[in-house]
């Protein structure tokens, strides 16, 4: 049985408004207060960080720095734009399709997905990898949206053609007149991919500390786990293709968009294979999700929308920097 002064915080942690806490104790009495689970929680979350009102201009950074966290709902929510993303690519590129429609809606505009076809793999093994991590990313959305329950945000707008291009210009992959197609042969996929997945567990890492529920905490724990599988899959296949030039490339682009310090990694090191990024401790480093945005973002400056994005993320948590 929770104590009251447990369930106070628990509503104030889940929300900021008075009709936020009303739903939180709504659900709260629908479960008579001793079974309150992960979805309730998830149920009660935050609108603003939802979508539900104008998403306040800060980042998360700064939220921290006024003693302000974002709630868990708002951090979750933030984790499930990334997987939208993450799930759109390797669903496109495996399938030639992307989620179900019915798995895309929540608070905040819905976006369509512009761009996306399936890839002529010519590596079995690598076909396998994606089907493979494209099941575990549409898993992942499909389990963050029953934990938020009718807190999840809708997926945004996003763009996973003209966005490779912006990327790949920028690293100095490409020509600043030429184009880059992450669908038309398998080794621009593990490029594509490499530029995701790394940002994906340094979120996972750096958002951790945000979250106060255990049972979110663990989740996304679980799911981290899962992201470093990927990362360390797509950095190998890399490695064997000898492909450590472009990326390089992609990742000193990455290090230049969300600033110092300078942690990302390519695949070699000293002539050697560098397949897990860490620092001297064997740790894997983690991004803020502020700057998580600027590269998802495409901008090392403070904006709202850009990249991979075109009108933002939905949530809360939706300014880089």
Do not use: C
Not at 98 to 125: A, C, H, I, M, N
Not at 172 to 182: A, N, R, S, V, Y
Not at 240 to 257: H, I
Request: glycine fraction near 14%.
């Amino acid at each position: 049985m929770f104590g009251k002064k447990m369930v106070k915080d628990m509503i104030e942690r889940s929300s900021e408004n008075g009709a936020d806490r009303r739903r939180f104790l709504q659900s709260a009495g629908a479960l008579g207060l001793g079974v309150i689970g992960a979805g309730a929680l998830g149920g009660a979350t935050v609108a603003q960080a939802a979508g539900d009102t104008e998403a306040a201009d800060v980042t998360a950074t700064e939220f921290a720095a006024a003693g302000a966290a974002p709630s868990d709902g708002a951090v979750l929510n933030f984790a499930l734009n990334l997987e939208y993303l993450e799930a759109e690519f390797y669903l496109h590129a495996v399938t030639g399709e992307g989620l179900p429609d019915s798995w895309t809606t929540g608070k905040g505009v819905r976006g369509g997905v512009t761009g996306g076809y399936e890839v002529p793999f010519q590596t079995p093994r690598i076909k396998q990898y994606a089907k493979e991590i494209a099941a575990d990313e549409q898993a992942h959305v499909a389990f963050l949206r029953k934990a938020l329950g009718g807190a999840a945000v809708s997926r945004p707008a996003i763009d996973i053609r003209d966005s490779f291009t912006a990327a790949a210009r920028a690293a100095g992959l490409i020509g600043m007149t030429d184009t880059f197609d992450p669908y038309a042969n398998e080794d621009n996929f593990l490029l594509a991919a490499f530029l995701f997945e790394d940002v994906g567990v340094t979120a996972y890492k750096g958002a951790a500390p945000l979250i106060t529920n255990k049972t979110y905490l663990g989740a996304a724990a679980g799911i981290l786990a899962v992201e470093a599988y990927h990362a360390a899959t797509i950095r190998t296949s890399l490695f064997e293709k000898g492909m450590s030039g472009p990326v390089k490339k992609l990742s000193a682009a990455r290090n230049s968009l969300d600033g110092p310090p300078l942690d990302d990694q390519g695949i070699t090191a000293y002539g050697e294979a560098n397949i897990n990024p860490t620092d001297t401790n064997g740790i894997a480093f983690g991004r803020t999700p502020g700057h998580v945005l600027n590269i998802v973002y495409l901008n090392p400056g403070k904006v709202s929308h850009g990249g991979f994005y075109p009108k933002g993320v939905n949530g809360e948590v939706r300014v880089s920097g």
